[in-house]
């Protein structure tokens, strides 16, 4: 996170904005989501982990997506 210029308050700022556009309510130990949001003009991806027993979120990752690797929204997986 830190490498790809991305602080604890993006995140923070992601988690509170952002949208999220994918689900993965499979996954374990607990399940995951990702979210899309801004910071200025900077789309920035978020992967957390839910632990629905004690509310907690943890931050798995946080980077800015590639522009060939997804819409130009962000939003979806380029096909």
């Keep these: ?14 988690l509170a904005t952002g949208e999220t ?6 996954d374990l130990p607990y399940p995951r989501r990702l979210v899309l949001g801004r910071e200025g003009d900077r ?4 992967v957390v982990a839910e ?3 004690t509310g907690e979120i ?9 522009p060939a690797q997804w819409d130009p929204e962000f939003k979806r997986r380029a096909r």
């Design 1 to 14: 996170m830190f490498q790809r210029l991305i602080n604890t308050e993006d995140v923070r700022h992601v």
């Design 21 to 26: 556009i994918e689900e993965y309510p499979e």
């Design 43 to 46: 789309p920035i991806h978020v």
């Design 51 to 53: 632990d629905r027993e």
């Design 58 to 66: 943890i931050v798995l990752t946080a980077y800015q997506p590639d």
